[in-house]
Structure formats: structure tokens, C-alpha cells
């Protein structure tokens, strides 16, 4: 399967603003992260 494919296909909406980032110096776009593998963490203090 080509990676082509699937291209242009996936339109995420932008991150809101006044989130808190971690191990950054400024917060992230999309645009920033556009053709890149990205790995979401989701975690929670119980």
C-alpha cells in the first residue's frame, strides 16, 4: 500500500490554545508535525 494513499486524506484540527506542553520550548501546530510519525501518550494521575 502507498503512502500516497492515503495522503491529504485526514484533516485534524489544530490543537486548542492554553494547552500545557511537555518537553518543549513552544507549543506545537500541525503544520509542525505534518509528514511526521507522531506517538500520543495518554496518561492520568489516580
Known amino acids: 500500500?502507498?503512502?500516497?494513499?492515503?495522503q491529504g486524506?485526514?484533516?485534524a484540527p489544530?490543537?486548542?490554545d492554553g494547552l500545557e506542553w511537555m518537553n518543549t520550548d513552544?507549543?506545537?501546530?500541525?503544520?509542525d508535525l505534518r509528514g511526521k510519525?507522531?506517538?500520543?501518550?495518554?496518561?492520568t494521575y489516580c
Not at 500500500?1 to 492515503?6: D, E, F, G, L, N
Not at 510519525?37 to 496518561?43: P, Q, R, S, T
Open 1 to 6: 500500500m502507498s503512502p500516497r494513499m492515503y
Open 9 to 11: 486524506q485526514v484533516n
Open 14 to 16: 489544530e490543537f486548542p
Open 26 to 31: 513552544r507549543p506545537l501546530t500541525m503544520s
Open 37 to 43: 510519525v507522531v506517538v500520543l501518550d495518554f496518561w
